[in-house]
């Protein structure tokens, strides 16, 4: 950068007042950032566990309203800009946002809301910097015009006392370096001032002394550079050697080097490596057209693209050449694309042999094509044999109910026709067994249900859940007339849904609500919807028994019961029925409980077309 020396000093001057001040200003302005960010970071963790508190209940139950009052409390503060709740298995839960309070730095704050030692959602907060970056600014623009205010006074007498001792002795000593630079050197330069620069002065002088003594040294020195001259010739003669030796060292490669003569399509230096690559003399390779002859059939265009088209400085591309004893070697062809010295174009490069590499790729492919075939058999027979499976888990069950027939009546008619006959125990134990019979029949037949519902074909129509569920409660009211359980439910839940398979849901869930709430004082169901990001989630509560979450992961696994056959009656299989019905919706299902608060099923299904 070249600065006149009046704009130097008051660079510098400028520099001398306002660097102090400014770093003055710049410790304050950190302190005073430092105390803001504290604040605001205390007050952005404090609300966070504000909001992670708060929203536990709203979440387990999934009640958006609830948890709507602490989103508008917390959003008060101006700095809040954003709050986002999420639930872990639906996504957004609940959300509030103000993008007009961003002013500065976005900071965020995310939590995991807990209950009950199960992770059910996370809620983010985010606040902004803003306010504080603006009362920094005010204070930063009182110290800009203090800061300029006094600047603009010392530079006004400085000016003055600089104009008059500075800038017109260095004037003179401009002039006086002029008359060194065009070589006067007759001259004398007088200076009678006792300053600084009359210092300089005296200087300049010894100087243009100096310059006189130089230049007879000059003269001199060229006699010695006529020397160098003749050194650097034997510099380049040696350089000359090395490069051969590099060439030599090219050639002995199995990567061939050559230059080519676009215009004329022909070689003008091979790599003698390239006379063992394919048999043919090297002198052949310099005849016109020799890569378009030996190239394959299949590849020759490339001799056309490689000689023609001068869009590319760098390509490379594979190829097959035609050896002497006819013979396909692959090859990798690296060009470069140049101008020489004259302008001229210019293509060189390397050949290296690839013909190993394109074997193996060939075998490969071959493997691949072989494996593809195989798996495919295999498909087949897998298809086959599920076929076969199916077949065989019908006969099985069909050989197997002929027995249980037969044993259910020969012991019917043992009890019918020698009653009177048997003692108490021996009725009993005919009973037992007609009750096992009954329990293996019913158990073939929800085998046989769980396995058709992955193939039966969905029928979806409009269904009236709230209509199918009320049926199904006089149901089961009328079989259980011991026991009156109170159900609530939502009116108008409409779905597409198979009205078959989705009567077995509902059967199922509230079958065992009925059953697992039969212990409480007054059994209660409920049986309604909530939205969730903006999505309808049907849910079956009651106020039973419940169970641990830490067995849920058992839920809708064939077999797994979570209580005793003794305590509650069933196949442990109806849940898992559920689970592949609401899959086959494309849906999903999960449960929440605790031991003795009662149990809570979700489920999702397609919303009605419109």
Not at 119 to 124: D, E, L, R, S, V
């Amino acid at each position: 950068m070249k600065l006149s020396l009046s704009t130097a000093v008051v660079l510098a001057i400028l520099i001398g007042l306002l660097l102090p001040a400014t770093a003055g200003n710049y410790l304050s302005t950190r302190h005073e950032l430092k105390l803001i960010d504290t604040e605001q970071d205390l007050a952005h963790q404090r609300y966070a566990d504000m909001l992670v508190l708060g929203m536990q209940e709203p979440l387990w139950n999934l009640a958006p309203e609830s948890g709507k009052p602490l989103l508008e409390s917390l959003m008060s503060d101006k700095r809040v800009v954003r709050i986002t709740v999420n639930d872990a298995a639906l996504g957004l839960f609940l959300s509030a946002n103000h993008p007009e309070r961003r002013l500065g730095q976005l900071r965020s704050v995310t939590r995991v809301i807990n209950k009950q030692g199960s992770a059910i959602g996370t809620a983010t907060l985010e606040m902004d910097d803003g306010l504080a970056a603006s009362h920094i600014e005010q204070m930063q623009q009182k110290f800009l015009l203090t800061a300029l205010l006094q600047a603009g006074i010392s530079l006004a007498l400085i000016m003055i006392l600089l104009h008059t001792r500075v800038l017109r002795p260095v004037r003179q000593l401009a002039e006086q370096s002029m008359q060194l630079a065009r070589n006067k050197l007759q001259t004398p330069f007088v200076w009678r001032r006792h300053d600084e620069i009359g210092e300089l002065g005296q200087n300049l002088e010894a100087t243009r002394n100096a310059l006189q003594a130089l230049l007879n040294t000059l003269e001199q020195k060229n006699v010695q550079l006529e020397t160098d001259l003749l050194s650097r010739r034997q510099i380049e003669s040696a350089l000359r050697a090395s490069q051969d030796r590099y060439r030599r060292l090219v050639e002995t490669t199995r990567v061939i080097p050559w230059d080519a003569n676009p215009t004329e399509w022909r070689f003008t230096y091979v790599g003698p490596q390239a006379e063992h690559l394919l048999g043919y003399p090297l002198t052949s390779w310099y005849s016109e057209g020799f890569l378009s002859s030996y190239l394959h059939p299949d590849d020759r265009h490339l001799a056309y693209e490689l000689f023609t088209d001068f869009q590319h400085e760098n390509r490379q591309f594979e190829c097959r050449l035609i050896a002497s004893d006819g013979k396909e070697i692959w090859i990798l062809l690296i060009a470069f694309n140049q101008l020489d010295e004259d302008g001229r174009r210019r293509l060189h490069g390397f050949l290296v042999d690839i013909s190993e590499r394109k074997q193996a790729e060939l075998e490969l492919e071959r493997y691949r094509s072989h494996l593809e075939e195989s798996l495919e058999s295999v498909s087949r027979t897998l298809t086959v044999s599920s076929h076969e499976l199916e077949a065989f888990s019908y006969a099985v069950s069909h050989d197997l109910r002929t027995p249980l027939r037969a044993i259910d009546g020969f012991s019917q008619v043992l009890l019918e026709d020698y009653g009177d006959t048997l003692d108490t125990n021996a009725r009993h134990y005919l009973k037992r067994i007609r009750s096992a019979i009954n329990s293996m029949a019913e158990l073939i037949d929800n085998l046989l249900n769980l396995s058709s519902f992955s193939r039966i074909e969905l029928r979806p129509q409009p269904v009236n859940l709230s209509a199918m569920a009320e049926d199904i409660a006089e149901q089961l009211n009328a079989l259980q007339l011991e026991q009156h359980v109170t159900i609530d439910i939502t009116p108008g839940m409409l779905v597409d849904a198979d009205p078959k398979l989705i009567q077995i849901v509902l059967h199922n869930l509230l079958d065992n609500a009925w059953k697992y709430s039969a212990a409480s004082t007054e059994p209660h169901v409920w049986f309604g919807v909530s939205t969730i990001n903006h999505q309808p989630v049907y849910f079956i509560r009651d106020n039973g028994i419940g169970f641990d979450m830490t067995e849920a992961n058992r839920l809708f696994s064939p077999f797994q019961r979570l209580h005793s056959q003794s305590e509650y009656p069933g196949s442990g299989i109806g849940l898992a029925i559920v689970q592949r019905i609401i899959s086959r919706h494309k849906g999903h299902i999960w449960a929440k409980s605790a031991p003795n608060e009662g149990a809570t099923f979700f489920f999702t299904l397609p919303s009605p077309k419109k």
